[in-house]
Nanobody
Framework: QVQLVESGGGLVEPGGSLRLSCAAS????????MGWYRQAPGKQRELVAM???????NYGNFVKGRFTISRDNQKWTVFLEMNSLNISDTAVYLC?????????????????WGQGIQVTVSS
């Protein structure tokens, strides 16, 4: 089993920044990519950003250069730096760890998920 623990969400004003972290533990040998999805009320879950074990990254189209994903391979931790946040970024952000499809936006039954962390952008 793989456990994912997220931290760093909260409330921020439009234009502000937040940094999310996700630490993985457990049986990690099969994990190729880690990153973040998000789900807003009434909307489908969507890719935010993913990063592979050798540092390749993939971002959702809506990111438009505002977010940066990085990882500490020694600590099996990924970080999401989010800047220029707007109200439409309000969602539950979920950490994902998988061995293929989720990097490209195609989640798999074998993927592992964190419990999710709330990000609220509001004035």
């Amino acid at each position: 089993q793989v456990q994912l623990v997220e931290s760093g969400g909260g409330l921020v004003e439009p234009g502000g920044s937040l940094r999310l972290s996700c630490a993985a533990s457990g049986k990690l040998a099969s994990i190729w990519a880690m990153g973040w999805y998000r789900q807003a009320p009434g909307k489908q879950r969507e890719l935010v950003a993913m990063i592979t074990d050798n540092g390749n990254t993939n971002y959702g189209n809506f990111v438009k250069g505002r977010f940066t994903i990085s990882r500490d391979n020694q600590k099996w931790t990924v970080f999401l730096e989010m800047n220029s946040l707007n109200i439409s970024d309000t969602a539950v952000y979920l950490c994902n760890a998988g061995n293929g499809g989720s990097y490209y936006g195609n989640v798999q039954e074998s993927d592992h998920w964190g419990q999710g962390i709330q990000v609220t952008v509001s004035s």
